[in-house]
């Protein structure tokens, strides 16, 4: 049903069958379809037969025949992507690794899966598998309470010899060891709890049960199942057996034992501290890892297909689609618990989420591209071709759940030659702006002088957040005048008016008419009036995105002349409200074609203090400005770049800059919040031969004298 949603033209397409032999040819298939509307290398599935047995059940999702299980696509992902997504062979093959891996455990979870199904260890009395028929007629009737010790060893000795015989012939059957079944033995209870085997049915176990059920019955994490003797048939334990079944729990074959037995082995978890279950938190991590690997391994396939939107519907199955080109196609289909532990592992994953997963609510997400994901160990990062993801987490009536991830790319052209790039801005700090987008409350401030180029960085971002919200936000500027136009966003004007008074008081009045428009984000061309200061404030605090430019001559100054203009020191001081704070100056970048190396100029003052401040490799490091040539229209110089500080504020440092400790919050900011000056960011790129140590002089001061503040 969800799914008919997305295909509208009723022309249910899956792109690829037999992804598991996916090599270049496929991939190259794949781009095809992209493209344009080749449809040789798609499946009509109206042609397609599926098979009664394989499909699936629901009369609904019949369109769509049965893929491998889940990432057999993956060799066509890796190979497909090696232009694009990775830059070195050994990424290459790290990925290969990574999904390697991945199919592995994948096999394995389906062949539990099927071994599973087959063979109902749910419970002999209910259907007795060949291979214990098979021991069950070679000897004494199997009932437990009237058979000696001797005739059970020997019975469940042979169950385990034809059980292993089995699993050499490749038949699905878990190894069983040979365990201790006199549970009259001194050493019983002891080796029962060996290698951290514990009882997770005890009080404070993983799997909680009621007090009376559990005097019949005891499962540990092993599978060891043990039932009390005369309740074999009992319907609690049925049901258990069911429910234990249910939740793909480990549970073997029933151990038939007298009641005291199992109040002794409920006694002996409880004082020996056995109860409490340590395996789950790791089989859970465990758990997480693996989805991450997919969520990993999805999103990698979709970033080397250019794909924008990832669609994961989660219904009586899991259907995952692509955007490609603006078409939907549905990439995979997979089971529903498949789909929600993706879905959790999907919003663990993001660097900014509300704090918890709720499977009802509307939440978003995201995702950089620079750090790996979370809890996976520094391990697992996103392509490198992707800037981020951001996550929209929808419910939908009737339990589905619906999740899209917009894949932002950093090498996206429609943003290079007018984004924020092509200021010049470093890929950490696009990582900032990119962040400070996401925000869904409080305030960002681009400081600097005038002619910065802070309304120009301020645009930018705006357009690059209107895209990244695909228009679906509404963004309201108030500017006096409107410098540039926003496509998708409402620019409001300002009533022209000669005098300064009177020009105040309009802009107050635009401001507050847009606070009452229902705008998602706010952008205010400048604050420079305690009212528009006022009005920009209410907004962060009634739950907007804000972002305005200011007159100060640092990011950490910002708050200062908030402060002088009259604006509350509660607002100033929460991270809550103040999110963003920036100082930008442009720099004049060196011509490439006839810089000179700074070496040639030793006796340049400049050099010599930059010497003095990083030594030769400073000096041998560093570029100056040439005499010009064709290229530069023989100035020297030729274009700008924005350099930019940037502070994330935390409250600590919020405290400390208003009780006016400035150089103390400063040094916070550098060595605990890893911040970076625009003296710093400037050297990184005169050390880069981008800009000139007369430049980074001219706007950050000497380089032999420290400045802090
Ligand atoms: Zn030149």
Not at 44 to 55: A, I
Not at 152 to 163: A, G, Y
Not at 479 to 502: C, F, H, K, L, W
Not at 520 to 530: C, F, K, Q
Request: aromatic share 8%; with cysteine.
């Amino acid at each position: 049903m969800a799914f008919q949603i997305f295909n509208k033209g009723g022309s249910a397409r899956v792109s690829d069958k037999k992804r598991g032999n996916g090599d270049a040819q496929h991939t190259h298939q794949n781009s095809e379809v992209q493209a344009g509307e080749t449809t040789s290398g798609l499946l009509d599935v109206s042609s397609v037969k599926v098979p009664e047995t394989g499909g699936f059940k629901e009369e609904e999702l019949p369109s769509i025949p049965k893929l491998p299980p889940f990432p057999s696509f993956i060799s066509s992902a890796s190979s497909g992507q090696s232009d694009t997504v990775s830059g070195a062979t050994g990424e290459k093959d790290e990925l290969r690794e990574k999904v390697s891996e991945n199919s592995e455990n994948v096999d394995a979870e389906s062949s539990a899966e099927e071994a599973d199904n087959r063979q109902p260890h749910l419970s002999d009395a209910v259907s007795p598998p060949r291979a214990l028929n098979f021991v069950n007629k070679n000897l004494p009737k199997a009932d437990p309470s009237s058979e000696t010790d001797k005739e059970l060893q020997k019975r469940q000795e042979l169950q385990t010899v034809v059980q292993e015989a089995l699993l050499k012939n490749g038949k699905p059957a878990k190894p069983k060891l040979a365990y201790n079944t006199d549970y009259t033995s001194p050493t019983f209870f002891k080796e029962l709890f060996d290698n951290g085997n514990v009882c997770i049915t005890a009080p404070g176990g993983s799997l909680p049960i009621k007090e009376d059920t559990r005097q019949l019955l005891a499962l540990f994490s092993n599978g060891r199942f043990f039932v009390c003797e005369t309740y074999k048939f009992d319907g609690k334990v049925l049901g258990f057996e069911y429910l234990a079944k249910k939740r793909r729990l480990q549970i073997g074959k029933p151990e038939y034992v007298p009641m005291q037995t199992l109040r002794a082995l409920y006694e002996y978890a409880a004082q020996n501290g056995y109860a409490v279950e340590t395996d789950k938190n790791e089989e859970q991590e465990q758990e997480q890892a693996r989805m991450q690997r997919d969520f990993i391994t999805i999103v990698a396939r979709a970033a080397a297909m250019h794909v924008s939107d990832i669609h994961i519907v989660v219904a009586e199955h899991t259907t995952v689609m692509f955007r490609v080109n603006g078409l939907m196609q549905t990439e995979m289909e997979y089971n529903k618990d498949w789909g929600e532990s993706f879905v959790r592992a999907a919003f663990a994953s993001a660097d900014i989420s509300d704090s918890n997963y709720a499977q009802n609510e509307y939440q978003a997400a995201q995702k950089l591209g620079r750090t790996p994901l979370r809890g996976s160990h520094g391990k697992l990062v996103l392509p490198r071709n992707l800037l981020g993801i951001r996550l929209q987490f929808n419910p939908i009536a009737f339990g589905t759940r619906y999740v899209i991830m917009r894949l932002l790319y950093a090498e996206d052209s429609s943003s290079t030659a007018t984004g924020l790039e092509a200021l010049g801005f470093t890929e950490r700090e696009m990582d900032f702006f990119y962040q400070l987008r996401g925000a869904p409350t409080g305030i960002t401030i681009i400081s600097g002088p005038t002619g910065s180029g802070k309304s120009t960085t301020l645009q930018r971002n705006m357009i690059q957040m209107l895209k990244e919200r695909n228009y679906e936000t509404n963004l309201i500027t108030v500017e006096d005048p409107p410098e540039y136009p926003i496509p998708g966003a409402r620019q409001m004007p300002v009533t022209n008016a000669s005098i300064e008074e009177a020009k105040e008081r309009e802009f107050t009045k635009a401001l507050s008419a847009a606070l009452r428009s229902d705008p998602d984000s706010l952008m205010i061309g400048e604050v420079r009036t305690l009212s528009a200061a006022d009005l920009a404030f209410r907004g962060a605090l009634s739950g907007h995105n804000v972002w305005t430019t200011l007159h100060a001559n640092s990011a950490p100054a910002i708050l200062m002349r908030l402060k002088d203009l009259g604006v509350e020191d509660f607002k100033l001081r929460d991270p809550e409200i103040i999110k963003g704070l920036l100082a930008q100056r442009l720099f004049r970048k060196l011509c490439p074609y006839c810089r000179v190396p700074a070496t040639q100029r030793l006796n340049t003052p400049s050099v010599m203090r930059l010497r003095e401040a990083f030594g030769d490799i400073g000096v041998e490091s560093s570029f100056l400005r040439g005499k010009g040539c064709k290229h530069c229209d023989f100035r020297g110089v030729k274009g700008r770049i924005a350099v930019a500080e940037i502070i994330l504020p935390d409250a600590t440092f919020l405290d400390l800059l208003m009780k006016g400790e400035t150089k103390k919050a400063i040094n916070y900011w550098i060595n605990d919040l890893n911040g970076m000056t625009l003296r710093e960011v400037a050297l990184s790129h005169m050390f880069r031969g981008i800009i000139d140590v007369d430049e980074v002089e001219r706007w950050t001061g000497f380089l032999n004298q420290v400045i802090v503040g």
